[in-house]
């Protein structure tokens, strides 16, 4: 998701090199990832059943959703449109099985109450996979032929459903900040989910908006148009909330800052935030909209290439080096 919506970003500035490396990095990423993840289906299904079940985890199968769609809108812009299709087609699916499985296996099917002193930021990923639908039907229209207003309808309502869902799981997640105790390690880069399924809310909208009419686009365009600013104001506004966490997080409260997979749950909301931004200014011609999203780009660029290397040393360092206290084979 990180290394393919920035990739999408630097294509939309013109830096076409650097675009394709982060593609390449965003395929290979998305293929093993995939695999090892059929591996822990077949040979770890108790853990991945409890995954499933435990509704501090189980927001995070919608990343499925949403990298499968982040992938896709990329691979449209080298004009593998075929591609962004069969993608569409297998993450619309996961879309709307997970849609009604997750919220069953990990909140209403649960014995256990109260629910939500487990909601965290990794329940924002629910919104960000019903918008990526929505931006990956926006993508294909143009294209379409005799399934372009299909494509719309499905844009506008995976838009609308996806702000239904922000709505609610911002009630649950505020909910379980006020009414249980904070602890520095809660906090966590998950958080910043919140403000990239606002961003990835603006993009959507200012795809729909530039979409040919249809029945859904023609009545829905200025209130898809106007909402989506509103939101664009949100993200932004939740920057600072997010950056003032953190800092208590690691100033305050002395947790050590060191790489960890959840800060790629970082990246992605500052390189949608970038996207977004563009998008939308040049879909609502708002260039300071679009100047603030060219500049952000460079931030995003900038946090993933620290955090890449902070991964490559972790693995270098977990997986090549020797562990203290392991002896070495003798031949």
């Known amino acids: 998701m990180a290394s393919g919506i920035i990739s999408v970003g630097l294509e939309l500035e013109g830096f076409h090199a650097f675009s394709a490396i982060l593609l390449a990095v965003c395929v290979v990423a998305y293929g093993v990832l995939v695999a090892l993840n059929a591996v822990r289906l077949a040979a770890f299904r108790r853990p991945l059943r409890a995954d499933f079940m435990h509704p501090g985890r189980a927001f995070g199968f919608y990343t499925f959703v949403a990298g499968t769609n982040v992938l896709g809108v990329r691979l449209a812009m080298t004009g593998a449109h075929w591609a962004t299709a069969v993608l569409l087609a297998v993450a ?38 019903s918008q990526s639908v929505a931006v990956a039907c926006a993508t294909l229209e143009p294209l379409a032929g005799s399934w372009k207003a299909g494509l719309a309808l499905l844009a506008v309502v995976a838009w ?13 997640v505020s909910l379980r900040l006020m009414m249980y105790r904070i602890r520095p390690e809660d906090l ?64 305050v409260k002395k947790v050590p800052l060191s790489y960890e997979p959840g800060l790629w749950g970082v990246i992605f909301p500052l390189g949608m935030y970038a996207v977004a931004g563009i998008y939308l200014g040049r879909a609502d011609r708002l260039p300071v909209v679009e100047l603030i999203g060219r500049t952000e780009l460079w931030v995003a660029v900038g946090a993933f290439a620290v955090t ?19 002896e070495r084979a003798h031949p």
């Open 92 to 129: 619309g699916l996961a879309w709307f099985v997970l849609g009604y499985v997750i919220p069953w296996t990990a909140v209403l099917g649960r014995d256990e109450r109260p629910v939500v002193k487990d909601a965290n930021g990794t329940w924002f990923i629910w919104c960000v996979a």
């Open 160 to 172: 609308s459903v996806g702000i239904i869902l922000y709505a609610a799981v911002g009630i649950f």
């Open 188 to 251: 966590g880069p998950a958080y910043f989910v919140a403000m990239g399924a606002m961003a990835i809310t603006v993009l959507a909208g200012a795809r729909i908006v530039e979409m040919a009419d249809a029945p859904m686009v023609a009545v829905t365009r200025g209130l898809v148009a106007g909402a989506s600013v509103v939101f664009w104001a949100f993200a932004s506004w939740l920057f600072p909330v997010l950056i003032a966490a953190g800092c208590w997080r690691h100033l």
């Open 308 to 326: 890449m290397g902070g991964m490559l040393f972790h693995l270098w360092t977990t997986l090549v080096l020797p562990r203290p206290g392991r």
